[in-house]
Nanobody, 124 residues
Framework: QVQLVESGGELVQAGGSLRLSCAAS????????MGWFRQTPGMEREFVAA????????YYADSVKGRFTIARDNAKNTVYLQMNSLKPEDTAVYYC?????????????????WGQGTQVTVSS
């Protein structure tokens, strides 16, 4: 079992920045690719970013490329999402997810464990 706890979501003005954190426990962290997804009411959960087990490979949704950065600290069992130049359309609940494989994936169904989510609200 893997437990994931997100933090860092809050209300921010457009153009601002936030850093989300996801603390993991219960499995060898460095063997798990990690991802961030987001969801707004009435919409499907969508991929945001992913990072491989050792951090050498990253992958981003086109909508956040160049603005968001995913990183991980395996010594702290934590993955981060640095979000810059935030837009109102980035408003969503952000979820951290873990795979039981080291390779990155943008597919929601390929993630085995999920956090409870953290709300990010970007005001215009």
């Amino acid at each position: 079992q893997v437990q994931l706890v997100e933090s860092g979501g809050e209300l921010v003005q457009a153009g601002g920045s936030l850093r989300l954190s996801c603390a993991a426990s219960g499995r060898t962290f460095s063997s798990s690719a990690m991802g961030w997804f987001r969801q707004t009411p009435g919409m499907e959960r969508e991929f945001v970013a992913a990072i491989s087990g050792r951090g050498g490979n990253t992958y981003y949704a086109d909508s956040v490329k160049g603005r968001f950065t995913i990183a991980r600290d395996n010594a702290k069992n934590t993955v981060y999402l640095q979000m810059n130049s935030l837009k109102p359309e980035d408003t969503a609940v952000y979820y951290c997810a873990a795979r039981t494989r080291t390779l990155v994936s943008s597919r929601l169904a390929e993630y085995d464990y999920w956090g409870q989510g953290t709300q990010v609200t970007v005001s215009s």
